[in-house]
C-alpha cells in the first residue's frame, strides 16, 4: 500500500548538515502522517520529529528541537528531514515511518509502515 525510500544519509563532520528525504509511492500518501525515528546502536528507537497529512502541525523531540525540521511536499509524496548543526550523538540510522494518526503520535509502534533506514555518521 505504502512503500518508503530513503536517501541523504552519509558522513558529515561536527556542526554540519543533512537533509534527509522519503520518497512514498502510493496514492493515499497525503492521507497519512509522517514522523523520523532513529536508532544508534545498543539504544531504543527513539522519536524525532512527525508532521500531519495537511503539513501544518509539527511536533519535535526535546533533542533535536531547534536543530531539525520535518516539511512534506504531498505533490512529490516525499517527505524531508533538514538536519542542522549536528553533532556526534546524532550519529544512528534514520527511518521515515507512516502512519494513520490523526493528529500524530511520538510512538513508534503507531507508525504502519518504515523505510529501510539510511545511517547518518557524524565525526568530531
Known amino acids: 500500500q505504502v512503500q518508503l525510500v530513503e536517501s541523504g544519509g552519509g558522513l558529515v563532520q561536527a556542526g554540519g548538515s543533512l537533509r534527509l528525504s522519503c520518497a512514498a509511492s502510493g496514492r493515499t500518501f497525503r492521507t497519512y502522517t509522517m514522523g523520523w525515528f532513529r536508532q544508534a546502536p545498543g539504544k531504543e528507537r527513539e522519536f524525532l520529529t512527525y508532521i500531519t497529512n495537511g503539513g501544518t502541525s509539527t511536533y519535535y523531540a526535546d533533542s533535536v528541537k531547534g536543530r531539525f525540521t520535518i516539511s512534506r511536499d504531498n505533490v512529490k509524496n516525499t517527505v524531508y528531514l533538514q538536519m542542522n548543526s549536528l553533532k556526534p550523538v546524532d550519529t544512528a540510522v534514520y527511518y521515515c515511518?507512516?502512519?494513520?494518526?490523526?493528529?500524530?503520535?511520538?510512538?513508534?509502534?503507531?507508525?504502519?509502515?518504515w523505510g529501510q533506514g539510511t545511517q547518518v555518521t557524524v565525526s568530531s
Open positions: 515511518a507512516a502512519g494513520q494518526s490523526w493528529f500524530g503520535s511520538t510512538n513508534w509502534q503507531e507508525y504502519n509502515y
